[in-house]
């Protein structure tokens, strides 16, 4: 199965709401990276975690320390121009740097 | 910032043929990647690099030659093009950590 499990595969907001976006892992992970995918098809890096959480203006990133079997990325007061596809991305660690992406979340915002 | 840009940013080409997408990084980052991108899908690894004249295979080779002739510079060669190889390409480069990626290259194979 895969390796990176994200989760839902599809979301429609609201202006003003706020989500969830989780990345399950089926084995411990080294870090993780979440990215946004705009319509031309441009990949924005969002966060990179090693541990621990990471938080710019509306979007909030965790990694969790303990086991590094998920991740979740937070998203609060929507608006229009979050619309695109979330990706996670893992790394297993070891030294070839590797990164695993899921299938991504694609996200709708709605005014 | 990272900066790693890709030539061309969009090619298309027959069944058959042969084609060379390039990438160049200039932060010194050791490692360089190549990915593909379908819908329905993630990115995908095909190759990568630890340095200059070293190439590793990642998870979808076939089909795929890559070569990286300076640490700036990771080339990804399709000798024989075919349509399942139609997809959008990305270039990454890191230092072993966060991977910084290129704009993208759209490739159709007619």
């Known amino acids: 199965g895969d390796q990176v499990e994200q989760s839902p595969s599809a979301l429609s907001l609201h202006e003003g709401t706020d989500s969830a976006l989780r990345c399950n892992f089926t084995t411990t992970m080294r870090s993780v990276q979440w990215f946004r995918q705009n319509s031309r098809g441009s990949l924005i890096s969002l966060f990179y975690l090693a541990s621990g959480t990471k938080e710019n203006g509306r979007l909030k990133s965790a990694f969790d320390s303990k086991e590094r079997r998920y991740s979740t990325l937070h998203i609060r007061d929507a608006q229009l121009e979050d619309s695109g596809t979330y990706f996670c991305a893992a790394e297993a660690g070891g030294s070839n740097a590797k990164l695993t992406f899921g299938k991504g979340t694609k996200l709708s915002v709605k005014s | 910032e990272a900066a790693v840009t890709q030539s061309p940013r969009n090619k298309v080409t027959v069944t058959g043929g042969n084609v060379t997408l390039s990438c160049r990084q200039t932060?010194?980052?050791?490692?360089m990647y190549w990915y593909r991108q379908d819908t329905g899908h993630g990115l995908r690894l095909i190759h990568y690099s630890y340095g200059a004249g070293n190439l590793q295979i990642g998870d979808v080779p076939d089909g795929y030659k890559a070569t990286r002739t300076t640490q700036e510079d990771f080339f990804l060669l399709l000798e024989l093009a075919s349509p399942s190889q139609t997809s959008l390409y990305f270039c990454?480069?890191?230092?072993?950590?966060?991977?910084?990626f290129g704009p993208g290259t759209r490739l159709t194979v007619l």
């Open positions: 932060n010194s980052h050791n490692y």
């Open positions: 990454a480069s890191s230092d072993r950590d966060e991977q910084y």
